[in-house]
Each structure stands twice: as C-alpha cells, then as structure tokens.
C-alpha cells in the first residue's frame, strides 16, 4: 500500500519562498511518477508540477513556470516543490500524488494521494 505524506507548508509573506516535501512509503519510490497538485477554498484542485519515475523529465503549470521547482530524490523516497516568489494567487492546500508509469498533467490519473500542507502567502 502506497502512503505519502507532505510536509513543509506555513504562512509566508508575498515574494518568500518554501519548500515542500512528499515522503512516499510502502512500495518503490522509483517505480512511481509524481505530481504535485492544488486547492484554494471553494475552487477545483488543479495541476501544479509533474516529474518522471527518473527525474528527467518535468512539467509545469503555466501559473508557476520559472518560480516552482518540482524534484525527486530516488534514494530518500522524497519530491520536493520548491516554491519561490510566492503570490497570494498561491494560497491552497497542496497535495502530491504518485501513479504508476509515466507523469501526468491530470490529477484523474493519480491513484494515490498525501493529505495535503496548506501554504498561505499574505500580502
């Protein structure tokens, strides 16, 4: 059984940054794609940064392009986001989520999910 747990969120100021990691357990972390998602209050979760099995490849939301970086360590069964320059449109709860096979873009597609790290960016 897959489990992941994010951690890392806080309340930080417009312009900050934070990292958040997702620690996967239970099944080989290499085996799996990873995806980073969102929620704001009273909106739809939406895609945030996907990354390969390897590493190699990575995709990302047009919202978060050149301030987000999404990584993976293979060895400590970890993907990161680090977050920069951070806005208040950032403001949601952020879940990362494993498939099997290659990254994805839809959160569909994601069969297992972390509990989610709320990031709250003032203003």
């Known amino acids: 059984q897959v489990q992941l747990v994010e951690s890392g969120g806080g309340l930080v100021q417009t312009g900050g940054s934070l990292r958040l990691s997702c620690a996967l357990s239970?099944?080989?972390?290499?085996?799996?794609?990873m995806g980073w998602f969102r929620q704001a209050p009273e909106k739809e979760r939406e895609f945030v940064a996907t990354?390969?099995?390897?590493?190699?490849?990575?995709y990302y939301s047009d919202s978060v392009k050149g301030r987000f970086t999404i990584s993976r360590d293979n060895a400590q069964n970890t993907v990161y986001l680090q977050m920069n320059t951070l806005k208040p449109d950032d403001t949601a709860v952020y879940f990362c989520?494993?498939?099997?096979?290659?990254?994805?873009?839809?959160?569909?597609?994601?069969?297992?999910w972390g509990q989610g790290t709320q990031v709250t960016v003032s203003s």
């Open positions: 239970g099944r080989t972390f290499s085996n799996y794609a």
């Open positions: 989520a494993a498939k099997r096979r290659d990254y994805s873009e839809h959160a569909s597609a994601y069969s297992w």
């Open positions: 990354i390969s099995w390897s590493g190699d490849i990575t």
